[in-house]
């Protein structure tokens, strides 16, 4: 008798449960279509004529009528926005900003969490707090400083900028906050120095979180797309991003060009996540460092 009665008020929580599931699925699947619908069209958009594109688009015609690689041969050899060359200059600039990134971050993160200095916890939340203040109201006095120093038109004007990203320390130093410090306790009665112990010790354990630190770095970075535009003004030195809108033409709108070169542009990042996206998942737990 009893075990009926609990069977009976088990099944509708458990259907409870299934619904919520269900729901919760639905609405997910719906997000992930919303959000894949436009790199769904502007794919076979890259694939469309000049004339299909400005003809028939109040149409919403997903699938071009005429398909045609011409875009994609347009953006390869084009002079005027030389597209082997923003390449390179992205891989040049995205790549030297992570490898500075990670080295400025976690040396950083470890004097912030394991070293000992007068008013380290002010000045770490005041810098946090300097970071709360938008990027774009920057802008001008950050180019009148690169124009002072002569960097303007180089790629190091786009380096450097990203270099003390507080947020990347914060996210170092908390993860490092897991690491039992009896590690540390320990090396230091063995005899080993602070810098034996954020190589061989912190180090190790700070993989997971530095490779989320690289990506949301390279992406950032790769994708950046105002602050080349006004620092950079020959096109040969010009970003893979910023330099997609060289491909406009002034006298007509040649979107399918232009969502060509963002198709191309959208792979090295998207090989990168493929690729990373084990060591992004164990990034974001914090306390990975020690189980692993």
Same mark, same amino acid.
């Given at each position: 008798m009893y075990s009926g009665m609990q069977t009976k008020t088990a099944l509708p929580a458990r259907l409870r449960r299934e619904w919520k599931t269900l729901l919760l699925?639905? +609405?997910?699947?719906?997000l992930a279509a919303a959000w894949l619908s436009p790199l769904v069209f502007s794919f076979f958009a890259s694939f469309k004529t000049n004339v299909e594109m400005k003809r028939f688009s109040k149409y919403l015609?997903?699938?071009?009528?005429?398909?045609?690689?011409?875009?994609?041969?347009?953006?390869w050899n084009n002079t005027a926005a030389p597209f082997v060359s923003m390449v390179m200059n992205s891989f040049i600039?995205?790549?030297?900003?992570?490898l500075l990134v990670l080295f400025i971050s976690s040396t950083s993160a470890y004097a912030y969490e394991r070293l000992q200095f007068r008013g380290k916890e002010k000045l770490f939340w005041f810098l946090f707090g300097?970071?709360?203040i938008p990027g774009v109201v920057a802008l001008v006095p950050q180019y009148y400083l690169y124009d002072a120093l002569g960097w303007t038109n180089r790629l190091i004007c786009l380096i450097t900028p990203? +270099?003390?990203n507080v947020f990347n320390i914060f996210l170092l130093r908390n993860f490092m906050h897991g690491i039992?410090?009896?590690?540390?306790?320990s090396a230091r009665i063995d005899g080993a120095s602070d810098l034996h112990i954020y190589l061989r010790i912190i180090l190790p354990c700070l993989y997971p979180a530095m490779m989320v630190v690289a990506l949301f770095t390279f992406t950032a970075s790769w994708n950046d797309l105002m602050w080349p535009s006004l620092a950079i003004t020959t096109p040969s030195r010009l970003t893979l991003t910023a330099g997609i809108r060289l491909l406009n033409d002034s006298y007509g709108g040649y979107y399918e060009r232009?969502?060509?070169a963002c198709m191309l542009a959208v792979i090295p990042t998207f090989l990168l996540y493929l690729f990373a996206r084990r060591y992004f998942m164990q990034g974001l737990q914090l306390s990975a460092a020690v189980k692993g």
């Open positions: 699925s639905v +609405l997910l699947f719906a015609n997903v699938l071009p009528l005429q398909w045609t690689t011409d875009n994609y041969a347009f953006v600039v995205s790549g030297v900003t992570v300097l970071s709360m990203a +270099l003390g039992p410090k009896d590690m540390d306790e232009v969502l060509a």
